[in-house]
């Protein structure tokens, strides 16, 4: 889910791959192909770039992490906007048809 959950946050935002990656303070020449890895869950970040990845993207990590859209909005209204920002962008979450 954290792949998904961050592609969808991102496009809500409307920044790309390399801008989350410089705003969370990764650097060199494959930084977004780094994002493009955990947006396709290839790899996962440690906690740590999690955690900066959420704050830069302004939704709670659990949001970021949870299994499922319940769980999101049980632990915060934020994970709800998540959805509406998601479905804006013309994605679908979990429980949406």
């Given at each position: 889910m954290f792949a998904e959950r961050l592609k969808q946050a991102r496009l809500a935002l409307g920044i790309s791959q390399h801008e989350i990656a410089r705003r969370i303070g990764l650097s060199g020449e494959a930084v977004s192909s780094r994002i493009a890895r955990y947006e396709f869950g290839t790899t996962e970040p440690d906690f740590a770039t999690a955690s900066e990845i959420a704050k830069e993207l302004d939704v709670p990590l659990v949001c970021l992490?949870?299994?499922?859209?319940?769980?999101?909005?049980?632990?915060?209204?934020i994970g709800e906007h998540l959805s509406c920002r998601a479905t804006e962008a013309g994605l679908r979450t979990e429980g949406q048809e």
């Open positions: 992490l949870a299994d499922n859209d319940v769980l999101c909005r049980h632990h915060s209204c």
